[in-house]
Every structure is written in C-alpha cells, then in structure tokens.
C-alpha cells in the first residue's frame, strides 16, 4: 500500500509551529496524487491550508492511532518521527506522571523538579531480577539490565547518563549506584556499597554548585567503576574525574553559586570547632557574593556540612584531614578577599598588614612577607640571568585568582584519590559496572574553551552510540536471517578529525601555545587558512574575527577564541607554589607533592579550563613526571577521552538520556521546544531514524495472529501459525518490500502497523454496528413486548374491577335476602318459643303434682312391704327355732333309746366263756408280736426322751425369751392404758374447741358483714386508684421508652466504643508480634552471620564462584548436608557462641513475651468489661421486674404447693396406719405381737417413716395452721367434714381393736412424735427466718446496687458520649482491677502450696525410690546367685507395660541428633511414619531425663535438638520439604511440652494415663518460649522459600497468561519485547499457581501440620500473590487495560474457588486479595462523571490513593473503542480523597509477615504405644 493512501479524510497529520514545535491537525478530505496543498482543520476547529513544499512534495508526518500513545517504547509507535516522539514524551510526562521512556536501547529520563514516591526499596525489590522489558521504564531496569548481563555475559557494563546541566544526571547516576549497593550487598566488614553512597555527597559538595539551570548542578565529569567479586558483590569502586570547572572558584555569573561547600562552612561559622578559621557570612567574601545568590531555597548548608562530614569519616579521613581540608577552603575564600592596589603602572603593592592575608597565611603556615612578595612579583629566567619583575594589578589579581583555582583543584584531587583509597579493597575484581556522569551537549551565547571540551567530549560519544545502535540492528536482522540493507546514518567521524586529527583545531592550539609571542588572534587566523575552505563543519562568524563555528551533530555552536590560550596552558606563578610547598601545613605540603609524584592510577592532572585524569604506569611515573606536568590541557584531556572511549567500548554500555522539560524549574511542566532540542543532541531522534530508515515494527508471529486474528476468516486459519501469518500478511498487503518475514518475528516498514490497524478498527468497527443493530432490535422488541403486556395486565386489572363490582352488588342484594329471611325467623321464632315455655310450665307443674302423688303412694306401699317382710322374718324365725329344738330333742332321745339296748347286748356277751375263749386265741402270737413292739417302742421312747431333753432345753430358752417379750409388751400395754386414759381427755379438749369454733363462726360472720361493706368502699377507692394508676403507667411506658431508647444508644455507642478499641488493640498486638517476630527475623539472621564468620574463619576452602541471583550459576552441591567426623568438634567450639547468643535471645524473648502478655490480658479485660456491662445492664432491668413480682406470688404458690403435698401425705400415712391394724389384728397367736414377729417389724418400719415423714413436713402444718386462720371461710366446711369423719374413723378402728390398751399405746405414740416433730418445726421455722433476713439484706444490697447503677446511667447521660464511655470504662476497669488482684493474691497461694507439696512429693518420692531399691536388695538369696544349667525353653513373652519414655545413654546424644535430625529424609518419614514421629521421640527421651531428675541431660538434650534444628535448616533452607517438615515437628514438641506440663490449662483434654505422664521434676516454661521463638524462626523461613517458589509464577500466571483467551488483544511492542501472554511451554499460567499451592498443602498435612497454623500459611501465601500482582501492575502500563481486569478478576476467582475446595475461605486468606480485587474493578468501571469518581472513591477501600492515581494514569486503551482517563477525573479523585489518613507508599511491602500464633494442639496419641521403626536407626533407645 502506498503512504500516500493514508491520507484520506479524518486522517490527523502534525504540521510545523513556531510556538509548540508542531501541532495537530485533521484533513477534511482526502489527498490525491498532484494536489499542492492540503485542507486542515486544527483541534481548536480552525480550517487552515497548508501549502507542500513545491520541490519535495514532502507530505506531513501522519499521527499514530490514540491507542499507540503513551507507550513505553519509542520504537513501538507505528509512525517514527520528531514530532510522534515528542507528543508521545509529552503526554506521559504531563498526563500520566510518567519521567521515564524507552527510546529502543536508550531510556530518556526528563526532571520532574519534584520529588517522587518511586526510588524506595520496595520499588528496588520489584525490579530485581525483572527483565528490561516486563517493567515500565525506569532507572532501576536499567540497572537491572546491565547487573544481569554481567552476571550472565561475564563482561563488564557501561551506564552513560547524558544530558545538559539541570537535567537531572547526577540524580540518575545516584539512583543507579544506590540500587546496585542495595541488591549486590558487600563481601568485607566495612560496608563498601554504604561508603560508594557516601561518596555523593562528598562529590557534591566540592563539585556541584547553583547555576541559572540547575541548583545542584555538577561541575565536573567523573566515571565510577564500582567493583564486584565472583558472587557480584560489591567489594570496591574507583572513581575517575573529567574536566572540573575551576574558573567557578573565582568568578560566577549572576544568580549563580560557587561550590557548596563554602557556602557550607559559611553557614557553620558560628560552631566553636569552625571559629579558628575566621569565617562569616557568605556576603563577605569576593568569591562567594558575586552571584548575589547565596541561598537554595529548601536546602540548609549547616545541615549539609554535618552530612559531608559524616560522609568523610565514613570513607575514612579522620577529623584531623577534615579540619586540614576546611582550613584549605577557608585560606581560599580569605585569598579571594586579598586586595592588590596599583604602585604605579607596571607594579602593584599589597597594603600591610592585610588581614586577610594575614588569616590567609596562618591557615596554610607561610610567611606573610613571601606571599604579599609573589603575589605582586614574578621571576623571570634566561639562559644566563634570573630576573624578578613587578606585576601590575591586573595581572596580580588574576595571579592571585590562578593561584586559588590551582589550590582548589589539588584539594579536589585529593579528596579524590582519598575517596578512592577508602572504595579500594584487597579482593581480586572479577568484573565491574561502570557509571559515567558527563555533561550533555552545551551551546550558551558565549562558548569558550569549556564548552568546546564539553561538545568535544559528546561528539565521541555519539560516534560510539550511533556504532552501538547501528550494530544492533545489524546483529538483529542478521539473526532473523532479513536481508541486510546499508542504512544511512549520520557519522560525525568528520567532526571529531576536526578537532582531534593532525593539525586539527586541539593540534593548532597545542602548537600556538609553544609560540613566545602566541596568542588567540594568531590562532583564529590559522585555523581560517587551514579549516575554513577544506571542511565544511568548520565557518567563520561575518562579523566576527576572533570566533568560529562548529557544525556538531546536535547543532552548530559558535566559540569566542578569547582566552582559549590562557586555558590551554593553565599557567602557575611558581615562586607562589614554591612558597606553599615550603609551607608548615602538612596537608598543603602533602597536596603539592602528591601532585608531582603522579604515580598514583588515579592521579589527575587539571587546568584552568578543565580537568583530566591520567592513567600512568607506576613503575615510569617519575621519568615522565617533568614530561607530563608540560602537557596542555587540551592535550591531556584528548588522552583521558581516549582512555575513556577505550573502556566504554570494551564494555557493554547503557544509555540514559536526561531531559530538561523546562528552563523555569517548574514541576511537570513540559517546553516542547526546549525538548526538542535535546532530544536533537543527544542523540534519541537519531536512534528513531536509523530505526525507521528500516523496518522499525516487529512482531512474532504468535503476537500478530493474535492481534490480527480479525482481519482473517476462517478457512485461512491453518494450524501452522508462520503459513497463516504469511497467507494473510500477503493478502492485506500487496507491496512485499513493505514487510519481510523472519525466522520468529515480522519485520514492518514504517506505517504498515498504522494501516493494519485501520483495518482492524474497520472490521471491528462494522462487528459492532452489526453487534448495535442486533442489540438494538433486541432492545426495541423487549420494549414492544413490554409495552404489548403492560396493556394487558391494565385490561386484565380493568375487567377484574368491574367484575368486583358485580360481584359486590350481588353479594350486597343476596346479604339483604338473607338479613331479612333470618330476621323474620327470629321473630317467629321468638314467638314460637314463648308459647313453647308456657306450655312446657303448665305440663311441669302437672306433671310434678301427678309424680309427687304417685311418689307418696309408693312410697307408703314401700313401707308396708318393708313391715310385712320384718314380721313375716320373725315369725318365720321364731317358727324355725322352734322345729329346730323339738326335732332335736327327738333325736336324743332316740339315740339314747338304742344305746341303752346295746349295752344289754355286750353286758350278756362277756359273761359268757365261749366268748372268753375265742379272745384268747391267737393271743400269745399277738403277745410275742407286742413283746418286739414293746422293745422297738422302748428303743423309741429314748430317742424320743433324748429328743424331749433337748427341746425342753430349747423351749426353756425360748421361754425365758418369751418372758422377757412379754414383760416388755406388758409394759407396752400399761402405756397403751394410761393413753387410752389421755383419749377421754382429749375428746373433752376436742368438744370445747368445738364450742370455740362455734363460737369464732359467729364472729366471722359480723367480721364478714364489716368487710363486705369495706369491700366495697375499697371497690370504689380501687377503681379510682386504676385511673390514676392507668395514667401513671402510661407516663411510667413513655418514660421506660425514653430511658431504653437511651440506653439502647449508650449501648451501641459503648459497644462500637469498646469494639473500635478492641480492634485498637487487636490492631497493637499484632503490630507487637510483627515487632517481636522481626527482632527475631534479626536475631536470626545475625547468628547466620556469625556463623558463617566462624566458619569462614575454621575453613580455609575459597567458596566457588556463582551469581547468586540466577538459578543456573547455583551449586547443586551446596544444598546437600552430609555429616562428618567434625561434627563434635565444631559443636563443642560454637557452644560459647551459642550460649551467648541464647542468653541474648532469652532476655530479649522474656521482655517481649510480658509485653505480649499484658496486651493480650488488657484485650481479655476489655472483653470481660464488656461482657459484665452487658450482664449487669440485662441483670438490671430484669431485677426490678421479677422482684416484685416474686413478692406477690411466691407466697400464695407456695401454700398451694404445700397444700397439695399435705393431702397426699394425709393420705399415705392413713394408708399406714391401716396396715399397720390390718397387721396386729391378723395374727391370732399369743407371739404373734411378740418382739421379732412381722408384725412387730411391720410396725416398726412404718413408725420410723412416719417420724420422718412428719419430720419433714413440721413447715407444712405451720403453713396449714396459718391457713386456717387467715381463711376461716374457706376452711369453715373443710373441718366440719374433717370433725365428722375423723372420730368415725377412731370408732371404727376402735371397734376393730380387741383390747383398749393397744389404742392407748399407738396414741401415746403418735403424741411423742407431736411433739418432736414441734420442736424440729420450731428449730427449722428460726433457721427458714435467719434465711429470710439473709436474703432481705441481700436484696436491700442488690437494690442499691441497682440505685447505684442508675445513679451512674444519668450521670453517664449527661455527660458527652466520649466522657461517658471513658467514666464507664474507667469505673469498670477500677472494679475488675480490684477483682483481679484479689485472684493474683489467691492464686499466688495456690501457686506458692502447690510449689511447696510438689517439693514434698519429689523428697517422698525419692525416699520410696530408695527404700524399694534396698527391699529388692535384700530380698535376693545367696542361693539365687549359683549359676544353673539353663535348658532352651519356648517360654511365651508378657506384655510390659510402658510409661512413654525413652532411655538412652549420655555418649549417645550426638547419634541420636545425628539419626534422627540432621540425616533424616522427610520424604520417608512424612509418607511412611506417624506425622510428628521425630517430636515424639525427642520428648520421651525428654521424660526420661526429666523422670531421673538429671537437669544437665535434660539441658543438653534440648540445646543440641534445638541447634540442630538450625543447622540443618540452614543446609537446606531452601527446601520447602524440610522447612515445613520441621515446622510441623518443632510445633508438635511445643504441644507436647504444654500437654505434658503439669499446668491445668493444657491438661483439660488429656487422658488420665497422658495425665500420669506429665512432667515431674522440671518447669521447662522458658524453654518452651525458646521453642516458640525457633518455630517463628522456621515459619519465616518457610514463608521465605515458599515466596522464592511462587516468584516466578504470580507475574506470568496472574498477568501475563491470558486465562481466557481473546480478551486481551496484543498491542505493538518495541524493541524491549515483554513476556508473551500466550502459554509456551516454559511459562507458568495459573494452574501453575494452583498446582504449587495444592503442592504446598499437601506437603503441610502430610507432615502433620496444625491446621490453624496451615491457615495461617495460606493466608500468607495469598498476601504474597495479591501484594506481588499489585506491585507489578503498579509498575506495567501495558498491564493497565479493560480487559486485563477481567482476567485478574477471573483469575482471583479461581484462587477463591481453590480456597472453598480447601475449606479455607473463612479465615482471612481471601481479604488479602481485597487491593488486587479493587484495582482489578478499577480497570473496569466507568471514568468519566463525578458520580463515577464518588463510586471508584467508595469501592476502592483497600487501595491507596497514590495507588488509585497511578492506575488511573497507567489506564491504556487496547481498542479504539476504549477511552483514556482525562486529567481533570484525576484530579477529582485527587480531591475526593485529599482526607484520607494512609501512608503514601506506592507498593504493597512484598517482604511483610503476618505475625504468627501456635493454638495449642494437644494430641491424642498415647505415648506408650508409638513403635520405633528401624529405619531411623535408633536402637540404642530403649523403651521405658
């Protein structure tokens, strides 16, 4: 495509301005090929024409789309041009804020006049280890750049800062020396990289000075090499100087100064130590006042002076030098105020007596006569005579002034070569960086012989610059194989041979100065014969004969030939010297001679106009002395720029260019004409053009098919990315030679990247009309839609009410229906109803009568029959009777009748013998067989008998028994008599209170008649008391509502008081723990360097070289830890070292830890204040409530209660008394009742629970009795009832008993247990009243209380809210105060008892211990001693069991930390073993010393665990594996030993067998911080190598990989390429990130990590990624875009959704990412209303408002479409957020920890049962 295409209509084009160098313009149409002019339009709207040039037909430059502006790059714009540049400078400068840009290999710098945020350290950390080009432009990625080339390259690098004077050199110089001393540190004790910063003030002083341009400007060229070691480390560094201006000594121009420090000891002069140089103010001295400007506005000379001074003794010269130095200084000012007069014409005088000659030659120790002599004379030699010739004033003066220029610059010499020797150091230098601080091109109205060394100077450097640049695009087209073309560059070769070659202008000068009668005319007419006609750089001025013109690179200059001579030569009065050298000042003398020698590398030779430092060999320094001290300036200036040229070609140089935006020093103000002309000398518009002479726009292929994925359809995607770039580039661009294709990148003419552009905004462009149409339509159906059913919904509602009105009316006519129907029913019903009731009266009154008489009637017939049945039962029984006895009578007497006739029949038979006869047969077997009977039966009868003996004694016994029972029921039944006597007495009690009641009835009554009459008066009194009552309650509401709504708000303003001070000192404590964390962070990294000290100091072996900032030059090896033999020794040898580091470390913990305590315990009051103000106030307002309340109803409750209770006992003691009869009268025999019978016992066990029955129930009969009193109504019919059934129940148990004296006895019973029962009511009723009065006086005690709060709550609300939460705090903490010193006092009892008893228990213990040892002893025979054969027997082992200890022997400590910390594996152990194995196994070795009570094992024990714990996370720090292995087990001892301490506190989850396992001899308390302290120490560390892990990652993953791809588009980058977003393959993207973080989880909960403390990692770990991602985003403007915010919000989803997945995300991890959240919002809302501006102010809370501007001003739109965020939004934020209270730090601290806690974690692991595996090799331990 052709250029002349572009310019179509709206293309903007910059045309020329006189006033803003070029401006802006639009074109209205489009150009055609012929067309003479052009038709613009300005930004203003004015149409103007501008007219082509008729020759050229040049076209004007074309302006780069708006996206393209603000760049980072130069080279990254699509047009490359002046004007392009200087828009480009111009807007980052003004809009953004932004001093630094990229120019390719170039970084222009332009002063601000304004100090910045963004030197600090944080900013020097961010760009360490970054690449040039991942970073927005700064001097520090300069820096960076050539640290790591040198590292990487092994060769030396240049820093060449340029630029005129105010432009800010030496300030960009200081900056880059100060980051390589801050991110290389120092190998030697003496802190090189602080002695190379102290360097710069000692420079400034004697070497910058005030000047129209700059108030610090430098005076002086100089080039610091600064030094580094294999490690690069800074060890040194060698400062050269270049071309000092000593004609300020004696003359400045008009608001000028001399050099600072005059002024600086000016200013000291009233201090004593200064009064001895006889020194005043400023004004009065010549040398200082003839600028009339003594004063910096800002600056204190006083307060300088003290800085320089501390700079001199920091480089090592004393105070005695120093005061030398200042004498020198003072001399000169004092010889600047010596006035020389006229004698006569040719001859001068110096009046005598001068006293500041005099002051002058007692500071420097001469004679006053010697100097007033030379001063005035001269001395001439020729070849036979000395001459001495008078001098006339003129010349002395300027005598005088050469003498003080020369004095000047040998002190600066000096003081150099003393810098110098303070910056050296005896290690080798491996390599080293150069800075160079050289002036920039100068062109003033009158250039002499300065500014033609100055330009001279820059014309060499240019050359080399331009070679540099011209050899990098070589090098870079070569490497892409691009055919190379010679570009056309400006060489200044010609320039410099005029100057430097043979009879050159330096040859010409050197050559007249030789010339007796030399002088500046004749020189300027031989340069015009020799230069004018044979170069044309070389033209004569027309009106001119003593000057000539130069045409530089940069410009043409024009130089005055006047005085070029005297300077050249830098001429000296001898004699003068001479006197000074014969002077008695030490430093003088030693000034002079030093400057002879010359044998120094780093001596300097200098002249008026200038000053050069030679390089001379030592060894022939003194034969050429004579030699070089006739060299002219000019001479020796060209050898020193050689040697200069020399070094910086055989280095890699880096270029800053410095740029004075203005001549006014006004902050952020920019002068386009004033850049524009530097920009044109030094040389940046020069690298633009040579890299627009080719193809200044390249892409990888892989950037460009991601940008212009849109120009390409689908078919043409092929899967080869290089074929479809070419496809496509082919098809967009016809013109081959505009474009070539590289081996990875794409080379573009200059406007290809503009065009392509157009037509990705064009085919975007037509997207979004297409995108705007389909929404659109989109949006206008919705709306017809909506409209469509808003119409519906109106009818719908439209017809709803009138078919509700219908349905009202309906309703209404069928309601009136149904009113009248029910109406009418009701009245017949009425009617109905009184006829119903008449006649139902009638039929009743009938009806009763008939009933009433059938009723009599049967009644009567039920009478007769009764008395017919009676008559007819005794008459029938009577009849019955008489049967009875008559038929009984006959048969007696017929039974009589036949017995009588019987006995006849056997009175007859036994008379008779045959009778007799048949009896006695058989008889005498019968009289044998009764014989044997008889015997048995004999036999029987004396068993029997024998029986009959023993039971008789038997039943003796048991008579005696028996007698004596029934003696004592004898008794009983006496007394049962005399009670049944007492029964009669009581009846007769009985019936007078009777009477008695009767009686009390009748005056109830009358009482009852009195009260209902007073009842009724009271009804009247009550109902009146209800109104006033209602009404008083109604105020009573209305005031309890005023008083809780006000103490509602003191309580929430009390409450958010007391929360914002808890927040305080939440807020103290953790900044305390940080505090303490940090000192231990020092303290350990201290000890690092005393051991490695010691170890440099034991080890003789040089370490190998390596960077230790890049992973390849690390030793694989040096992570490894073996152990050796050495190792005792090396413990022994450090163990002095160790104990007073550890007693450093314990006093320094102890402090530390009650600082942290007594916080924590104000933080614990304060809540417990809280929590008592809360229950108090509850307490309060609930007390009044209830009282009365409980005053009303506890009464009448309770004797309802009570009431209930009696009836049932009533009840169960009849049912007793029952069994009880049942019992007694069941038992018909005689022993029945006797004692030990059952019923007997029966008896007795329900006596005994009656008695205590009605032992317990004493309260409720009092209760009862004054119930009957108070309530005689009520219990009126309750005793009738009780009087009428209680004697029936004695009659009927009367009747049931057989004998009067058992009821006696049980009564007399029953009596006695009256009584008792009245004397324990009687006793109980005084204790219930002594109770009473107890809680009276405690409530008394509460209700003054209550006053007494309620005093206190006015009180409080009257006062202002802040008074009235301090007085509340205040009285609250008084009370707890007094609380808690009483529980110290109480508890310090304790403490001191239970110290006391463990003591006792120890010598118990002991005593025991010794007493079983001797039992065991004695207890072994002699005959178990004979030793006897022993047979291999399978004998089954028993169990033993074990107490959790590990026994092991003293020689075995070092095995045992050797196995088990210092060569143990944690990858085995983590996956293999219980978590914590090693920690368990340390504290049961622990309990075992601690059980012998051996406190130097147990010391030692814990020494060697604890320094071995360090030693090897010292190895293997870096290992995230050991760090955390370590951390879990240092942890786990920590529990084990808070578990196992004895302390109620950390036992309350333990066992009773983990109990017993406790501690019994040591408080290892103070151990137990030192742990505490080292698992800090090891957290750190884990934190520290987990960051050095995730690094690399988060500015990949979280920026630069696109998660979602196609958001972001890839703009055009310059030659400082950046990290690709598209995932390569050795990029990290954020499942990086997540796998890492998994990675680390995992690792941790292997290891037994607390949970809490796994918490507390990740919570750190995302503070690292937020802060991180923040900083780097503060820091990239490419970064800054729409749709980067997108990718960072979804990219911290992700985070958050890894978080859930964890069970992580309630505990503070995801609030660290806040800043990142917001700045991720920022980037995506809208920027343009005050609205949005109030909006971006409310959500952007965890940001900062330098950080809001700053993203505001990095905002960079990707598209055409987005928009820049205009100044005036800024400055509204600004303004918005000018009352915010924050710090104005611009970057998150990335190095900041969390202050770290240890929750206590015991375990439930029981001792006794952990196995050790043999892989660890501990077999020496034995299990106890």
Known sequence: MAASELYTKSARVWIPDAEEVWKSAELNKDYKNGDVSLQLMLEDGTNVEHKLDPKTKNLPYLRNPDILVGENDLTALSYLHEPAVLHNLKVR???????????????????????????????????????????????????????????????????????????????????????????????????????????????????????????????????????????????????????????????????????????????????????????????????????????????????????????????????????????????????????????????????????????????????????????????????????????????????????????????????????????????????????????????????????????????????????????????????????????????????????????????????????????????????????????????????????????????????????????????????????????????????????????????????????????????????????????????????????????LNATTPHYVRCIKPNDFKL??????????????????????????????????????????????????????????????????????????????????????????????????????????????????????????????????????YQARCLAKFMRRTQAATVIQKYQRMCVERKRYRQKQAAALVMQTILRAYMARQKYQALRREHKAVIIQKRVRGWLARCWYKRCLVSIVYLQCCFRRMKARRELKKLKIEARSVQHLKKLNKGMENKIMQLQRKIDEQNKDKRLVNEKLVSLETTY???????????????????????????????????????????????????????????????????????????????????????????????????????????????????????????????????????????????????????????????SSNGSEYTYNSEYAELEEGSRAAEDVTRGIDTSLTLKLQKRLTGLEQDNQSLRNELENKEDQFQRARARDDVEFKKARGAELEYESLKRQELDSENKKLKHDLVEIRQSLLGKAATGAGAPGSPAYKVVLEQLNASCEELEVRKEEVLILRSQLVSQKEAMHHKDEKETMTEPSVYVEDVSKLKDADELKQAYMGLKDTNRLLEHQLQTQRRGYDNEVESLRGELHNVKEENNRQQQLLAQNLQLPPEARIEASLQHEITRLTNENLDLMEQLEKQDRTIRKLKKQLKVYSKRIGEMGAGQAEGQTSPGQMVDEPIHPVNIPRREKDFQGMLEYKKEDELKLVKNLILELKPRGVAVNLIPGLPAYILFMCLRHADYNNDDQKVRTLLTSTINSIKKILKKRGDDFETVSFWLANTCRFLHCLKQYSGDEAFMKHNTQRQNEHSLSNFDLAEYRQVISDLAIQIYQQLIKCMENILQPMIVSGMLEHETIQGVSGVKPTGLRKRTSSIADEGTYTLDSILRQLSAFHSTMCQHGTDPELIKQVVKQQFYIIGAVTLNNLLLRKDMCSWSKGMQIRYNVSQLEEWLRDKGLMTFGAKETLEPLIQAAQLLQVKKKTDEDAGAICSMCLGLTTAQIVKVLNLYTPVNEFEERVSVSFIRTIQTRLRDRCESPQLLMDTKMIYPVTFPFSPSSLALETIQIPGSLNLGFLTRV
């Not at 420079?203 to 129209?212: F, H, S």
């Not at 212009?708 to 899967?719: C, E, G, N, S």
Request: charged share 30%; aromatic share 8%; hydrophobic share 35%.
């Open 93 to 647: 400068f003004v809009d953004s804020k932004l001093i630094y840009t990229y120019c390719g290999i170039v970084l222009v710098a332009i002063n601000p006049y304004e100090p910045l945020p963004i030197y600090g350290t944080d900013i020097i950390n961010a760009y360490s280890g970054q690449n040039m080009g991942d970073m927005d432009p700064h001097i520090f990625a300069v820096a960076e750049e050539a640290y790591k080339q040198m590292a990487r390259d092994e060769r030396n690098q240049s820093i060449i800062v340029s630029g005129e004077s105010g432009a800010g050199k030496t300030v960009s110089a200081k900056y880059a020396m100060r980051y390589f001393a801050t991110v290389s540190g120092s190998t030697s004790e003496a802190n090189v990289e602080q002695k190379v910063l102290a360097s710069n003030p000692i420079m400034e002083a004697i070497g910058n000075a005030k000047t129209t341009r700059n108030d610090n400007s430098s005076r002086f060229g100089k080039y610091i090499e600064i030094g580094f070691d294999t490690r690069y480390r800074i060890i040194g560094a060698n400062m050269r100087t270049y071309l000092l201006e000593k004609s300020r000594v004696v003359f400045q121009a008009d608001e000028e100064r001399n050099y600072h420090i005059f002024y600086q000891l000016c200013a000291s002069s009233h201090l004593p130590e200064y009064k001895a140089l006889k020194l005043s103010n400023a004004n009065d001295f010549l040398y200082t006042r003839q600028g009339r400007s003594p004063v910096i506005y800002g600056v204190d000379d006083t307060n300088e002076l003290s800085t320089t001074r501390k700079a001199f003794t920091l480089l090592g010269i004393n105070e005695s030098n120093q005061k030398g130095l200042f004498q020198v200084l003072a001399a000169i000012l004092h010889l600047g105020n010596v006035e020389i007069k006229d004698r006569d014409s040719d001859s001068s005088v110096i009046p005598p007596n001068n006293r500041h000659l005099t002051a002058f030659c007692e500071l420097v120790g001469v004679t006053y006569q010697d100097m007033s002599q030379w001063l005035c004379h001269r001395k001439l030699k020729t070849a036979t005579e000395t001459y001495i010739k008078t001098l006339p004033r003129l010349q002395a003066t300027n005598a005088r002034d050469a003498l003080s220029k020369h004095i000047y610059a040998k002190l600066f010499n000096w003081i150099v070569e003393h810098v110098n020797k303070a910056l050296i150091t005896n290690i080798k230098q491996h390599s080293f960086i150069g800075v160079l601080d050289i002036y920039g091109f100068e062109t003033f109205e009158i250039n002499s012989f300065e500014q033609f060394c100055i330009n001279y100077a820059n014309e060499k450097l240019q050359q080399q610059f331009n070679m540099h640049v011209f050899k990098l695009e070589q090098e870079e087209y070569m490497r892409e194989q691009i055919p190379w073309t010679l570009i056309d560059f400006y060489d200044n070769q010609p320039c410099i041979n005029l100057i430097e070659a043979k009879m050159g202008i330096l040859d010409l000068l050197d050559e007249e100065c030789k010339m007796p009668k030399g002088s500046d005319d004749s020189w300027a007419q031989k340069l015009y014969n020799t230069h004018l006609k044979a170069c044309s750089l070389f033209e004569k001025p027309r009106m001119s004969n003593r000057a000539f013109i130069i045409q530089h690179f940069a410009d043409k200059v024009e130089y005055q030939c006047e005085g070029f001579l005297e300077k050249n030569k830098d001429t000296v009065n001898e004699e003068q010297i001479n006197v000074l050298k014969a002077s008695k000042f030490h430093l003088l003398v030693e000034l002079f001679h030093d400057g002879e020698k010359a044998t120094s590398p780093t001596s300097q030779v200098s002249g008026t106009g200038g000053r050069t430092r030679l390089s001379i060999k030592p060894d022939k320094g003194r034969e050429k002395s004579s030699k070089e001290h006739k060299k002219t300036v000019g001479c020796q200036f060209r050898n020193s720029l050689q040697m200069l040229m020399g070094t």
């Open 667 to 800: 902050a952020f103000t920019f002068d386009p004409k004033r850049a524009v002309q530097q920009l044109r000398a030094c040389g940046v518009l020069e690298t633009i053009r040579i890299s627009a002479a080719g193809f200044p726009s390249r892409w990888t292929y892989q950037e460009f098919f991601s940008r212009y994925r849109v120009l390409m359809k689908q078919k043409d995607v092929l899967a080869d990315k290089k074929l479809t770039c070419r496809n496509v580039l082919e098809q967009l661009v016809q013109d081959q030679d505009k474009y070539q294709f590289g081996k990875t990148k794409i080379f573009f003419r200059a406007g290809q990247v503009a065009y392509l552009e157009k037509l990705r905004a064009e085919k975007l462009r037509a997207a979004c009309i297409r995108i705007q149409k389909t929404i659109r339509c989109w949006l206008e159906r919705k709306k017809y839609l909506r409209k469509r059913s808003s119409a519906i919904t109106i009818q719908r509602f439209t017809r709803g």
């Open 956 to 1114: 003796t016994a048991e008579s005696e028994r028996m007698r004596g029972d029934l003696s004592r029921l004898r008794g009983v039944e006496e007394d049962a008599k005399n009670k049944g006597n007492q029964v009669s007495s009581l009846l007769e009690e009985l019936e007078k209170l009777r009477k008695e009641l009767t009686s009390t009835q009748k005056e109830k009554k009358t009482i009852e008649d009195w009260a209902q009459t007073y009842r009724n008066e009271m009804e009247k009194m009550v109902s009146e008391l209800k109104e006033q009552n209602g009404l008083l309650k109604k105020e009573k509401d209305d005031l309890n509502r005023s008083i809780q709504e006000q103490s509602q708000q003191m309580t929430e303003k009390m409450a958010r008081a007391i929360l914002e001070e808890t927040q305080q000192l939440k807020t103290d404590l953790n900044e305390e723990r940080s505090r303490y964390q940090n000192l231990l962070t020092e303290h350990r990294r201290l000890e690092e360097k005393h051991d490695d000290l010691k170890e440099e100091m034991v080890s003789s072996n040089v370490s190998k070289p390596g960077h230790r900032r890049t992973d390849s030059t690390h």
